[in-house]
């Protein structure tokens, strides 16, 4: 480029540190006018997702098998719930309590059980490698189609502590960039990055540049490409010239809402969630890791794991109902998958995706019920058996989303919202 067209001397080194590390996380999104076929039956308008990493053992948390004998029911004793007839792990007491605003899925029965593939799956709907395209993840799923395409703050955040051997699953997939993930790690910590380091006049001068340069750009690359990289470049100006930092910081909460919480990453990541979605964002991950319990030291980890993760998610409930906010927020509770009901020869349990559970509330579903059901052991489903594609279809209709809908690609391709075949669970709706 001649520098004859810049219409200010700028340092390009500087001008791109300055808006780079913001860039590669800012989403942002169209406004798409999709409807559900029942969507008078639903009202949520946004979701939580509370990602339990590494697998969850069903048997250990919300389909405890007591009479099993204990090389199947562990080391946990069942305690009844709000529900009658319904058991908990006593290591769930605070959710047990509250079963009434839970709708308790027992008959998940998914085909993948490796974790990488797994995460993938449960995220998606679609197993990895299918049709050769990379699928959006329901956090991008949500931003494309329920999203502010003007906001301020990204449609879509993911914080917190992911299984070690992983990351985060943040796949825009063909959605595009606009539809990435913001990842904060720490929820604890202020978000970094989104303060100019310069005044407005300047900082100003400096986009116009930008935009010149994107100018010269979008002239040797394909559309979408170049569609792309301006979204994210616009997203992350908005993200630096606002005080988008004031959603993520929990400083501003009491101290009573920190206790209320728990001072851990999770309990912070769900109280962090709340503001998010208080001021608007769309679609909150919130990861929680060491759930994958092969030996008895893992198992040990999760003894304590389990309480805090109870607590939090509990004040989670209690403290949107109270902010009239739980009938508009869809709040799922699951991992990648369950874990074996027999215990092994170390002490722990092995993945399993054949039976296991998971867990929904809020958004104007019919709680206070059990949807499938598992065998005197746990070992297969024998009523009400849920894929992961149906599962995905009923996320997709509590949320308004059109889940029959196909949607083009950049390849040309017209690629339906959930797998072929998936169905929404009539019984929440």
């Known amino acids: 480029m001649q520098p004859t067209r810049l219409s200010v001397s700028i340092n390009r080194r500087k001008m791109f540190q300055l808006t780079s590390a913001a860039m590669s996380t800012a989403a942002s999104s169209t406004i798409v006018t999709a409807r559900s076929p029942a969507k008078e039956l639903s009202s949520a308008k946004r979701c939580l997702l509370l990602w339990m990493d590494g697998g969850q053992s ?12 204990s090389q199947i029911s562990g080391e946990f004793s069942a305690i009844s719930t709000k529900l009658s007839g319904v058991y908990f792990s006593e290591r769930w007491g605070k959710l047990a309590a509250r079963a009434d605003q839970l709708a308790i899925l027992r008959g998940m029965c998914t085909e993948e059980a490796d974790h990488g593939r797994a995460r993938i799956y449960m995220h998606t709907g ?28 990204p449609n879509f955040v993911a914080t917190g502590v992911p299984l070690g051997k992983y990351d985060f699953v943040t796949d825009c997939g063909y959605r595009g960039p606009r539809h990435a993930a913001l990842v904060h790690y720490d929820p604890r910590q202020p978000l970094a990055h989104v303060t100019p380091a310069v005044a407005a006049a300047p900082f100003s001068r400096r986009m116009e540049v930008l935009r010149e340069i994107n100018a010269e750009y979008a002239q040797q690359s394909s559309r979408p490409v170049v569609e792309g990289h301006r979204a994210v470049q616009e997203r992350a100006a908005r993200l630096m010239t606002a005080d988008a930092a004031a959603a993520f910081d929990l ?38 890791g060491n759930w994958d319990t092969h030996e008895a030291k893992v198992v040990a ?37 369950g874990r074996t009901p027999r215990v092994n020869n170390v002490g722990g349990r092995d993945h399993f995706a054949k039976a296991w559970t998971t867990i929904l509330a809020g958004g104007g579903l019919r709680t206070g019920q059990v949807i499938g059901s598992t065998d005197a052991t746990g070992s297969e489903v024998i009523d009400r058996s849920i894929s992961a594609r149906n599962y995905l279809a009923t996320i997709c209709q509590a949320l308004d989303i059109d889940y029959t809908r196909q949607v083009p690609t950049p390849i040309g391709r017209n690629v339906g919202i959930v797998d072929q075949g998936g169905t929404p669970l009539a019984e929440l709706f």
């Open 58 to 69: 069903q048997t250990d948390s919300f389909d405890p098998k007591p009479e099993a004998g």
């Open 126 to 153: 679609f197993r990895p490698g299918q049709g050769g395209l990379n699928y959006p993840t329901l956090g991008a799923l949500v931003s494309a189609e329920l999203g502010q395409h003007d906001s301020i703050l």
């Open 251 to 288: 400083t501003r909460e009491s101290e009573r809402q920190h206790e209320r919480y728990g001072r851990h990453s999770f309990g912070q990541g769900c109280l962090l969630a709340r503001r998010l979605i208080e001021s608007g964002v769309r679609f909150v991950e919130v990861y929680q």
């Open 301 to 337: 980890e999760a003894r304590d794991l389990m309480p805090a993760v109870d607590h939090a998610v509990s004040t989670l409930l209690d403290d949107l109902s109270e902010r009239g906010l739980l009938d508009e927020t869809l709040l799922i509770l699951m991992g990648e998958f």
